[in-house]
């Protein structure tokens, strides 16, 4: 009888079989402490910002801390290289933009991690739109302003970024080879810096997501000449789009996905999924970012495995054709 209480007992525990083990119960019951997310980014850019709206209603729903952790620096390779060697328990994530993903890849010659082989993806969350932004006293009003300046004066006038190989500095570049004129790059430690440096007038233009410079374009210290949308903006509808204003076809975006270490267990993917798609079927969550000039998005992990084998290509070929480099 006392034998049979053992058993009993070993099996509500999950240590009678290997479907349940402690490693197999401790993931069904995911997650059941607090979670780490790495954003390889400074704070207020972009991806902080949406990482922000979407996991606080993540930890509501779950009832589970998790914390956001800045760790900006090498155009985001060392807060991607920590979560690349964490442990695949589900419990250390992050929060990358695809400059980190499919950016970067293709303008390092030695990486630490290979995005497609040290991570699992989970979902893109959402996608970043961009503009095009100058200080408030900026003579230039559009892109065509911006386009017959540059050709009149050669690499004089400059632009910000977050860093070499930000997402900053491949729109920028690509805007500038596909318009044909020279303009000299002015790196920053992140995409917020950047902004900050723009406004205080360190620097001419910056191509920027507009989550990061929304409150100085409200505040007046940024004006907003162009966005690089395929139509006009509702939050901006009198900014117009680089394509009417002087680069016709021209359009850039970036993305915000998570992503787990390689091997963390289908079920911890699939579930913090299926809570990305919760938070984002929240009213208040879609608001909060699309007041940001976020889209709301929440694709598969099977989506964004897709996603990111067709980005790597793309931007391999947009790279190479617009000489673009890290240095």
Known sequence: MQRRS????????????SAGSPVA???????????????????????????????????????????????AGASGLIGADKVAKSAPDGYMLGGFNDSIMTMLPNLQSKMPWD????????????TVEWGLVVDADSNFK???????????????????????????HIAMALFAAQSGIKLTHVPYKGATQAAVGLAG????????????????IKGGKLKLIGVSTPKRMGQFPDAPTISESGLPSFEFNSWYAMMAPAGTPKSIVQ????????????????????????SPRGTSPEELTQLLSL????????????????D
Do not use: H
């Open 115 to 126: 995005i497609q082989k040290d991570f699992e993806p989970i979902s893109l969350v959402a």
């Open 25 to 71: 119960w401790a993931q069904s019951a995911y997650p059941n402490k607090p979670i780490k997310v790495i954003v390889p980014l400074a704070p207020g850019s972009a991806v902080d910002n949406a990482a922000r709206i979407v996991m606080q209603k993540i930890s509501q729903n779950t009832g589970v801390g998790i914390a956001i952790e800045n760790q």
């Open 6 to 17: 053992l058993i009993q007992l070993a099996t509500l525990l999950g240590l009678g079989s």
């Open 201 to 216: 007038k360190e620097v001419d233009v910056c191509f920027q997501g507009i989550a990061t410079v929304n409150s100085l």
């Open 271 to 294: 579930r913090f999924y299926k809570e990305i798609l919760k938070a984002l079927s929240d009213d208040s969550v879609k608001e909060q970012l699309i007041a940001q000039g976020l």
């Open 142 to 168: 559009s892109a065509q302003d911006l386009i017959q300046a540059a050709k009149l004066s050669p690499g004089k006038i400059n632009y910000g970024s977050g860093g070499n190989g930000s997402p900053q």
């Open 311 to 326: 980005q790597l290509a793309k931007y391999e070929k947009l790279i190479r054709q617009a000489g673009i480099s890290a």
